[in-house]
């Protein structure tokens, strides 16, 4: 039988700390929440790996570590209303939904949307909308965002993009 909590702890002792994420929230809730429940069981193995997980083709989502880095930069106050660009199957939003005011996920590939979808209402998360629409496009109409974070590499940085931030706004790409 597997030990997600100990390969959770290890993942924190190995890769967060020595990585230099020192932000207590960020460490409680990537300890906290199991990321496992959030991820195919083909997958859930290499969980808490340094890996970024091959979903599809094209398509990875990033090793808990990076999502980490990303979100110490961010620096989250608690006010912020953010817009996460490519939600996979939702663990990344939901731990940054314990740091923010409001998430706003988009995912647009409709069967990873549904299990998404599946993955947050079995944790009662109130505040992340999670929306069906190309990565590229951002929403426009729920913005403006405080910040941005694309999990969805793209070739380049989308104009659309840069107008829904608000005015000093931050974008991780």
């Not at 994420?21 to 195919?40: A, G, Q, T, V, W």
């Not at 996460?84 to 005011?101: F, H, K």
């Not at 940085?157 to 829904?164: G, K, P």
């Amino acid at each position: 039988m597997t030990n997600f909590n100990q390969m959770r702890n290890n993942m924190i002792l190995g890769q967060f700390l020595p990585g230099l994420i020192k932000n207590d929230k960020i460490l409680k809730y990537f300890n906290e929440i199991p990321r496992e429940k959030f991820l195919p069981e083909f997958c859930q193995a290499v969980a808490y790996s340094d890996l970024n997980i091959k979903i599809s083709n094209q398509r990875y989502i990033p090793s808990p570590f990076n999502t980490a880095k990303i979100f110490q930069e961010a620096n989250f106050l608690g006010g912020e209303v953010l817009l996460v660009i490519g939600a996979n199957y939702g663990y990344e939003v939901t731990v940054a939904s314990n740091m923010v005011d409001t998430v706003i996920a988009i995912e647009e590939d409709l069967s990873i949307k549904e299990e998404a979808d599946k993955n947050l209402k079995s944790f009662n998360i109130e505040n992340i909308i999670l929306i069906n629409n190309k990565h590229e496009k951002g929403y426009k109409k729920l913005g403006p965002y405080d910040t941005i974070i694309n999990l969805e590499p793209m070739d380049k940085v989308n104009q659309d993009l840069l107008e829904q931030l608000v005015d000093g706004g931050k974008l991780f790409y």
